[in-house]
């Protein structure tokens, strides 16, 4: 299934410290938090199944993302006289997962009706592994005109079992039916790759 996604929202903090081992070299550690949160609207079945059942019944699904990730981490940071370079790993990156899904369906058909609301909540809550590495470069382009490039990257795989709770309710004929609740359990993973890049120019007077 591939959904739409709107209001896409990021953040992260963090903070740590660092012990030098000697001149050029250091041992880092701390905290990082990232958060990340978008709405999805408009699935789409590669198979046409969703789509056929949304035209006969007039249904309309929708859910929230939400992702926090706690990664506790340590590294070694290289220093030089133009440069900087830093490495981190951490074994025990947390995720938590919440998923949130809501199908709403009509039915009207040789005068019976129904309607009906169909609540989904995915929890994921496993560890994995952490990676993230970046370089900064300061190069003195001309005279006052300097120039620093820099480059970022990480790597995050969390693989382990998540859990789904199920509650749906109905009104047939303008009378509510016994709400049907149900709970399961799956493995499933989580995983992002970034990679980025830039170059700042400064001017010194």
Not at 36 to 50: A, C
Not at 124 to 138: A, M, R
């Amino acid at each position: 299934m591939e959904w739409r996604g709107s209001g896409l929202e990021w953040w992260a903090i963090g903070g740590g410290g660092a012990v030098n081992l000697r001149r050029n070299v250091a041992v880092v550690g701390g905290m990082k938090i990232e958060h990340l949160s978008l709405k999805l609207e408009d699935p789409v079945d590669p198979l046409g199944n969703f789509q056929r059942l949304r035209t006969t019944y007039g249904d309309r699904c929708s859910g929230d993302f939400l992702t926090k990730l706690w990664i506790p981490y340590l590294g070694i940071q290289f220093d030089g006289l133009n440069y900087r370079g830093k490495l981190l790993f951490s074994p025990v990156a947390w995720a938590d997962v919440k998923i949130p899904f809501r199908f709403l369906y009509l039915f009207f058909a040789h005068g019976s009706s129904f309607i009906g609301v169909e609540d989904a909540q995915y929890d994921f809550k496993p560890n994995g592994l952490w990676l993230e590495g970046d370089l900064q470069y300061d190069m003195r382009v001309h005279g006052n005109l300097g120039c620093n490039l820099w480059l970022k990257g990480s790597w995050l795989q969390i693989r382990g079992r998540g859990r789904e709770g199920y509650e749906s309710n109905g009104v047939d004929h303008g009378v509510p039916e016994a709400p049907i609740y149900d709970s399961s359990s799956a493995d499933g993973s989580y995983s992002t790759h970034i990679l980025a890049g830039g170059l700042c120019a400064t001017w010194t007077f």
